[in-house]
């Protein structure tokens, strides 16, 4: 018959354990979460000037490049 075995564990010991388990996980979810957003919002005027024409990297691809003749309003 196998024996259950109980290890005394102080609260500052769990906790650090629950946030070394689910650090890995929570953070891969906000990234696609923030990766999706951006995805969706990336239409609107406001986030496209505000936030993608200021990365970095993707600054050159999300700058508008039409004629102001060529704009409606």
């Known amino acids: 018959m196998s024996r259950l ?3 005394p564990q ?7 354990n629950a946030t070394k388990r689910w650090t890995l996980s ?3 979810w906000g990234a696609s979460a923030g990766a999706a957003a951006l995805l969706l919002l990336s239409v609107t005027p406001l986030v496209r000037r505000e936030v993608l ?3 970095p990297v993707l600054g050159l691809y999300y700058q508008d490049k039409t004629p102001a003749s060529d704009k409606p309003f």
């Open 53 to 55: 024409e200021k990365t």
């Open 10 to 16: 102080s609260p500052v010991g769990a906790t650090l």
């Open 5 to 7: 075995l109980l290890h």
């Open 26 to 28: 929570l953070g891969l």
